[in-house]
């Protein structure tokens, strides 16, 4: 079974090389690089065992980008304190919207009219409306880049009718087929990033509940997933223009 890997990142501006990656279950790293092929120099390395390649990679790479501790350091909040977070933070909110189904979702009467008559009555009376409604007041930015796959599910279907809410509020929102969310190699992790400073990642339970939320303020960490939203963001299409194209479709 092959390896899950994820890229950590670069120490290069141009061809991505030398570069690192994280073994996800095991949390083994990879590192690659032009290889050290001068004899002098090989034959100065101890234990270099037949089969394996010597490569050259830059110190900072290894002190930017590798975990700094083989089990990340994390605290772990319940969805009180994440509910906190919108109201605290001081220029951006970036959301990463992965999954194919919200169970939390289907709890809600307008769900329920969503799914009875393909549209749902939005109000605006939800703490959290109240809470993003002040925060884009002030100009702080909130967006989100949903992943849609085709066919979309039912609850994918809701959130881009959700989207004529949460837009009045002041949020932008994108879409991106999942087929061209793997071609860039987008993570399947859902989660917030705050003021491209603090991650806040979503965990959910095999129901599909969100349970708890895991902050992360790791540098590392922090700056690949500025690198997610700036991917998503650039190749996603606003929900409306998004919603438009699926209609000339079908």
């Excluded at 998503?232 to 919603?243: D, I, L, N, R, S």
Aim: proline share 5%; charged share 30%.
């Amino acid at each position: 079974m092959a390896r899950r890997l994820r890229f950590n990142g670069t120490g290069s501006g141009e061809d991505g090389c030398p570069a690192v990656h994280e073994d996800l279950d095991s949390g083994e790293v990879i590192v690659h690089g032009p290889p050290l092929t001068d004899p002098e120099d090989v034959a100065q390395l101890q234990h270099l065992s037949e089969g394996e390649v010597a490569v050259v990679v830059p110190r900072e790479l290894l002190v930017d980008w590798t975990p700094k501790e083989s089990t990340r350091q994390v605290k772990s909040i319940d969805l009180n304190e994440f509910s906190a977070l919108f109201s605290k933070f001081e220029h951006t909110a970036w959301r990463l919207e992965t999954r194919r189904r919200y169970a939390s979702d289907e709890a809600a009467d307008t769900y329920r009219q969503f799914v009875a008559t393909g549209a749902a009555n939005w109000t605006f009376d939800h703490p959290y409306c109240k809470t993003i409604r002040e925060q884009t007041s002030q100009g702080k930015r909130v967006e989100r880049v949903r992943i849609v796959d085709e066919p979309p599910t039912t609850g994918q279907l809701y959130l881009l009718d959700n989207a004529k809410r949460n837009s009045a509020l002041g949020e932008d929102i994108r879409n991106l087929w999942r087929a061209d969310a793997e071609r860039l190699r987008l993570p399947a992790e859902d989660f917030w990033l705050f003021d491209s400073r603090l991650i806040a990642l979503l965990r959910f339970d095999d129901d599909d509940q969100l349970t708890h939320v895991d902050l992360i303020t790791e540098p590392a960490e922090v700056v690949r997933c500025c690198m997610v939203r700036d991917a998503a963001w650039h190749h996603a299409v606003p929900w409306k223009q998004f919603t438009e194209k699926m209609s000339d479709d079908t």
